[in-house]
């Protein structure tokens, strides 16, 4: 969209904005997850632990198959959300593509 100063807005802030969000609500998410398990199953005594793989259970659960988990999420995400494109300055044709293609 031109303005009365002739700036054409770039197409392409909002999937950045998009791909931004996205990024911080996983983080956000494996954030609670790392702190659920490892303060929720972890805030016992010692004595009262249970172990998996020789590991604590707090510790299994909340570094272990969480950052499984939260890889195997980034890359699901990347993959099926994320838009490849150029990061240099567009024609006015380009930007009638990406203004079709990010709606």
Known sequence: MKNKMKIIEDP????????????????IVNLIWWFGFGYGLGDKDISEYTYILGLPS???????VGGVIF???????????FKD???????????E??????K
Do not use: H
């Open 12 to 27: 392409r802030f909002k999937q950045c904005n998009k791909e931004a969000l996205m990024g911080l609500g996983l983080g």
């Open 97 to 102: 593509k990406y203004r079709k293609e990010f």
């Open 71 to 81: 890889s195997v999420l980034t890359v699901i995400m990347i993959n099926k959300f």
């Open 85 to 95: 494109m150029p990061l240099d300055g567009l024609t006015e044709e380009e930007v």
């Open 58 to 64: 707090w510790f299994f659960m909340s570094c272990i």
